[in-house]
Protein backbone atom coordinates (compact mmCIF):
# COMPACT_ATOMS: atom_id res chain seq x y z
CA UNK A 1 0.00 0.00 0.00
CA UNK A 2 0.73 3.70 -0.39
CA UNK A 3 1.86 6.02 1.72
CA UNK A 4 -0.22 8.50 3.62
CA UNK A 5 1.07 10.77 6.26
CA UNK A 6 -1.04 12.27 8.47
CA UNK A 7 0.01 14.48 12.04
CA UNK A 8 -1.47 12.23 14.86
CA UNK A 9 -2.50 14.80 17.37
CA UNK A 10 -4.63 14.85 19.68
CA UNK A 11 -5.56 18.36 18.05
CA UNK A 12 -6.99 20.21 20.81
CA UNK A 13 -9.26 23.03 19.56
CA UNK A 14 -12.47 25.35 21.88
CA UNK A 15 -15.76 24.68 20.54
CA UNK A 16 -16.29 27.05 18.15
CA UNK A 17 -12.90 27.26 16.90
CA UNK A 18 -11.41 26.14 13.44
CA UNK A 19 -9.80 22.73 13.28
CA UNK A 20 -7.40 21.80 10.58
CA UNK A 21 -6.29 18.57 9.43
CA UNK A 22 -3.29 17.68 7.40
CA UNK A 23 -2.91 14.79 5.12
CA UNK A 24 0.30 14.13 2.27
CA UNK A 25 0.70 10.95 0.25
CA UNK A 26 3.40 9.81 -1.78
CA UNK A 27 1.45 8.06 -4.77
CA UNK A 28 1.53 11.15 -7.63
CA UNK A 29 -1.29 8.72 -9.68
CA UNK A 30 -3.59 9.21 -6.89
CA UNK A 31 -6.70 10.03 -7.80
CA UNK A 32 -9.45 10.37 -5.36
CA UNK A 33 -9.76 11.31 -1.44
CA UNK A 34 -11.33 10.32 1.25
CA UNK A 35 -12.02 11.86 4.80
CA UNK A 36 -13.40 9.54 7.41
CA UNK A 37 -14.30 10.04 11.03
CA UNK A 38 -14.04 7.21 13.74
CA UNK A 39 -15.78 7.50 17.11
CA UNK A 40 -13.57 5.49 19.52
CA UNK A 41 -14.61 1.94 19.68
CA UNK A 42 -16.72 2.25 16.40
CA UNK A 43 -15.68 1.88 12.54
CA UNK A 44 -15.01 5.16 10.67
CA UNK A 45 -17.86 6.81 8.66
CA UNK A 46 -17.49 9.04 5.37
CA UNK A 47 -17.69 12.26 5.86
CA UNK A 48 -16.12 13.81 2.96
CA UNK A 49 -14.87 13.05 -0.41
CA UNK A 50 -12.74 14.88 -3.23
CA UNK A 51 -11.35 14.07 -6.59
CA UNK A 52 -10.51 17.71 -7.94
CA UNK A 53 -7.90 20.36 -7.06
CA UNK A 54 -9.53 23.26 -5.11
CA UNK A 55 -12.27 23.48 -2.13
CA UNK A 56 -14.96 21.04 -1.36
CA UNK A 57 -17.45 22.27 1.18
CA UNK A 58 -20.14 20.22 2.85
CA UNK A 59 -21.85 21.29 5.64
CA UNK A 60 -19.11 22.32 8.15
CA UNK A 61 -16.88 20.65 6.41
CA UNK A 62 -14.44 22.08 3.67
CA UNK A 63 -11.99 19.51 2.03
CA UNK A 64 -8.74 20.88 -0.09
CA UNK A 65 -7.05 19.01 -2.93
CA UNK A 66 -3.52 20.10 -3.96
CA UNK A 67 -2.37 17.25 -6.18
CA UNK A 68 0.94 19.66 -7.60
CA UNK A 69 1.79 19.47 -3.49
CA UNK A 70 0.42 15.93 -3.06
CA UNK A 71 -1.51 17.48 0.02
CA UNK A 72 -5.04 16.60 1.18
CA UNK A 73 -6.67 19.09 4.10
CA UNK A 74 -10.17 18.90 6.04
CA UNK A 75 -11.36 22.12 8.10
CA UNK A 76 -14.18 21.57 10.57
CA UNK A 77 -16.11 25.10 11.09
CA UNK A 78 -17.60 26.06 14.26
CA UNK A 79 -16.20 22.84 16.09
CA UNK A 80 -18.22 20.97 18.54
CA UNK A 81 -18.07 18.76 20.89
CA UNK A 82 -19.19 15.77 19.30
CA UNK A 83 -16.33 16.50 16.56
CA UNK A 84 -14.12 14.90 18.98
CA UNK A 85 -12.92 11.65 17.19
CA UNK A 86 -10.07 10.34 14.94
CA UNK A 87 -10.16 11.79 11.33
CA UNK A 88 -8.89 9.21 8.96
CA UNK A 89 -7.39 10.39 5.93
CA UNK A 90 -7.63 7.65 2.59
CA UNK A 91 -6.27 7.89 -0.88
CA UNK A 92 -7.42 5.36 -3.91
CA UNK A 93 -4.20 5.49 -6.37
CA UNK A 94 -6.97 5.44 -9.21
CA UNK A 95 -8.97 2.03 -9.99
CA UNK A 96 -9.36 -0.40 -11.61
CA UNK A 97 -5.98 -1.37 -11.53
CA UNK A 98 -5.64 -1.53 -7.90
CA UNK A 99 -9.17 -2.73 -7.37
CA UNK A 100 -10.41 0.18 -5.75
CA UNK A 101 -7.82 -0.35 -2.37
CA UNK A 102 -8.11 2.64 -0.20
CA UNK A 103 -4.45 3.00 1.83
CA UNK A 104 -5.16 5.21 5.22
CA UNK A 105 -3.66 7.44 7.37
CA UNK A 106 -3.27 6.60 11.21
CA UNK A 107 -5.08 9.23 11.86
CA UNK A 108 -5.39 12.48 13.62
CA UNK A 109 -7.39 12.63 17.18
CA UNK A 110 -9.59 15.49 17.45
CA UNK A 111 -10.40 17.06 20.70
CA UNK A 112 -13.08 19.85 20.99
CA UNK A 113 -13.06 21.75 24.15
CA UNK A 114 -16.31 22.72 25.60
CA UNK B 1 -28.63 4.29 1.80
CA UNK B 2 -25.36 2.21 1.49
CA UNK B 3 -25.57 0.75 4.38
CA UNK B 4 -23.65 -2.37 6.01
CA UNK B 5 -24.27 -4.17 8.38
CA UNK B 6 -22.12 -6.95 9.99
CA UNK B 7 -22.89 -9.53 12.41
CA UNK B 8 -21.98 -10.46 15.34
CA UNK B 9 -20.80 -7.07 17.01
CA UNK B 10 -18.93 -8.92 19.01
CA UNK B 11 -17.42 -12.25 19.81
CA UNK B 12 -15.77 -13.68 22.26
CA UNK B 13 -13.90 -17.58 21.80
CA UNK B 14 -11.57 -19.92 22.65
CA UNK B 15 -8.23 -20.49 21.04
CA UNK B 16 -8.12 -22.86 18.38
CA UNK B 17 -12.11 -22.32 17.72
CA UNK B 18 -13.18 -20.73 14.38
CA UNK B 19 -15.35 -17.40 14.30
CA UNK B 20 -17.40 -16.75 11.62
CA UNK B 21 -17.97 -12.69 10.52
CA UNK B 22 -20.90 -11.59 8.49
CA UNK B 23 -20.63 -8.47 6.49
CA UNK B 24 -24.06 -7.45 4.49
CA UNK B 25 -24.68 -5.05 2.26
CA UNK B 26 -28.25 -3.80 3.02
CA UNK B 27 -29.53 -1.12 0.49
CA UNK B 28 -27.33 -2.13 -2.21
CA UNK B 29 -25.08 -4.49 -4.43
CA UNK B 30 -22.19 -4.77 -3.45
CA UNK B 31 -19.29 -6.22 -5.93
CA UNK B 32 -16.35 -5.68 -3.94
CA UNK B 33 -16.20 -6.29 -0.24
CA UNK B 34 -12.90 -5.35 1.45
CA UNK B 35 -11.80 -6.53 4.89
CA UNK B 36 -9.96 -4.79 7.25
CA UNK B 37 -8.56 -5.50 10.91
CA UNK B 38 -7.63 -2.35 13.43
CA UNK B 39 -5.80 -2.84 16.57
CA UNK B 40 -6.08 -0.61 19.69
CA UNK B 41 -4.62 3.16 18.69
CA UNK B 42 -3.58 1.65 15.34
CA UNK B 43 -4.97 2.54 11.44
CA UNK B 44 -7.14 -0.02 9.58
CA UNK B 45 -4.79 -2.44 7.96
CA UNK B 46 -6.57 -4.09 4.85
CA UNK B 47 -6.37 -7.76 4.78
CA UNK B 48 -8.09 -8.92 1.51
CA UNK B 49 -10.10 -7.36 -1.16
CA UNK B 50 -13.42 -10.16 -2.06
CA UNK B 51 -14.87 -9.72 -5.11
CA UNK B 52 -18.51 -11.65 -5.67
CA UNK B 53 -18.01 -15.18 -7.48
CA UNK B 54 -14.41 -15.12 -6.91
CA UNK B 55 -11.35 -16.11 -4.87
CA UNK B 56 -10.14 -12.93 -2.57
CA UNK B 57 -6.69 -11.48 -3.02
CA UNK B 58 -4.62 -11.21 -0.20
CA UNK B 59 -2.83 -8.23 1.41
CA UNK B 60 1.28 -9.47 2.01
CA UNK B 61 1.28 -11.12 5.26
CA UNK B 62 -2.03 -12.03 5.96
CA UNK B 63 -2.85 -15.99 5.71
CA UNK B 64 -5.16 -17.30 3.08
CA UNK B 65 -5.58 -20.42 5.12
CA UNK B 66 -6.24 -18.56 8.18
CA UNK B 67 -8.54 -15.98 7.45
CA UNK B 68 -10.94 -17.39 4.61
CA UNK B 69 -13.31 -14.98 2.60
CA UNK B 70 -16.20 -16.45 1.00
CA UNK B 71 -18.15 -13.86 -1.36
CA UNK B 72 -20.86 -15.57 -2.57
CA UNK B 73 -23.34 -13.08 -3.58
CA UNK B 74 -23.15 -9.47 -4.15
CA UNK B 75 -24.59 -8.94 -1.04
CA UNK B 76 -22.72 -11.33 1.31
CA UNK B 77 -19.68 -11.69 2.20
CA UNK B 78 -18.01 -13.78 5.31
CA UNK B 79 -14.62 -13.90 6.98
CA UNK B 80 -13.88 -17.12 9.15
CA UNK B 81 -10.76 -16.74 11.17
CA UNK B 82 -9.89 -20.33 11.96
CA UNK B 83 -8.01 -21.93 14.59
CA UNK B 84 -8.00 -18.26 16.42
CA UNK B 85 -5.37 -17.62 18.76
CA UNK B 86 -4.91 -14.52 21.37
CA UNK B 87 -2.89 -12.42 18.44
CA UNK B 88 -5.64 -12.38 16.29
CA UNK B 89 -7.85 -10.44 19.34
CA UNK B 90 -8.59 -7.52 17.44
CA UNK B 91 -11.30 -5.43 15.75
CA UNK B 92 -12.52 -7.11 11.85
CA UNK B 93 -14.18 -4.42 9.85
CA UNK B 94 -15.90 -4.70 6.33
CA UNK B 95 -16.68 -2.20 3.45
CA UNK B 96 -18.27 -2.17 0.69
CA UNK B 97 -18.26 -0.59 -2.93
CA UNK B 98 -21.43 0.10 -5.07
CA UNK B 99 -21.08 -0.41 -8.75
CA UNK B 100 -21.45 2.90 -10.42
CA UNK B 101 -19.35 4.27 -7.27
CA UNK B 102 -16.51 1.99 -6.70
CA UNK B 103 -14.05 4.14 -5.36
CA UNK B 104 -16.07 4.91 -2.42
CA UNK B 105 -16.50 2.32 0.75
CA UNK B 106 -19.16 2.22 3.07
CA UNK B 107 -18.11 0.65 6.16
CA UNK B 108 -19.54 -1.75 8.30
CA UNK B 109 -20.10 -1.32 12.23
CA UNK B 110 -17.24 -3.80 12.93
CA UNK B 111 -16.49 -7.51 15.01
CA UNK B 112 -14.66 -6.89 18.28
CA UNK B 113 -12.66 -10.16 18.49
CA UNK B 114 -11.66 -11.50 21.72
CA UNK B 115 -9.38 -15.01 21.99
CA UNK B 116 -9.46 -16.52 25.33
Known amino acids: QKEVEQNSGPLSVPEGAIASLNCTYS??????FFWYRQYSGKSPELIMSIYSNGDKEDGRFTAQLNKASQYVSLLIRDSQPSDSATYLC??????????????FGAGTTVTVRA | GAVVSQHPSRVICKSGTSVKIECRSL??????MFWYRQFPKQSLMLMAT?????????EQGVEKDKFLINHASLTLSTLTVTSAHPEDSSFYIC????????????FGPGTRLLVL
Open chain 2, 95 to 106: SASLAGEMETQY
Open chain 2, 50 to 58: SNEGSKATY
Open chain 2, 27 to 32: DFQATT
Open chain 1, 27 to 32: DRVSQS
Open chain 1, 90 to 103: AVNEGAPRNDYKLS
